[in-house]
């Protein structure tokens, strides 16, 4: 597992606990305020609790989004990274750039890279 790919699951996991949280939160506030009959104090605690539930979903979304969003890009073969979701490059032969496996024709100098 390269560092890119170590970030990502770190990342997600994040995301993961916080959404759990934030559940938990939001049945909390939800019960508060259930069980608040007209007690200020229950009602605003409730509603504090949904509103950090609501605030935890949105960053859990955003955590868990951003890690599978990343796209590994700066990967390369010598690094092992053969993951899947990620691009693999290799070095044009000519002038040395890393351009995607796929790319047969260098974007810099346009040698021919086919084997
Ligand atoms: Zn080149």
């Given at each position: 597992m390269n560092l890119i790919e170590k970030r990502k699951s770190q990342l997600k996991n994040l995301g993961i606990i916080l959404l759990v949280i934030s559940a938990l939160a939001l049945v909390g506030g939800i019960l508060m305020l259930a069980l608040a009959k007209g007690s200020a104090g229950l009602i605003i605690g409730g509603i504090v609790l949904l509103v950090a539930a609501v605030a935890g979903v949105v960053v859990g979304v955003i955590f868990t989004w951003t890690s599978s969003a990343v796209?590994?890009?700066?990967?390369s073969i010598a690094e092992?990274?053969?993951?899947?979701g990620t691009v693999n490059m290799h070095k044009c032969s000519n002038c040395g750039v890393e351009i995607p496996e796929e790319r047969t024709i260098c974007e810099k100098c346009e040698e021919n890279l086919k084997p």
């Open positions: 796209q590994a890009t700066q990967g092992g990274n053969l993951g899947k």
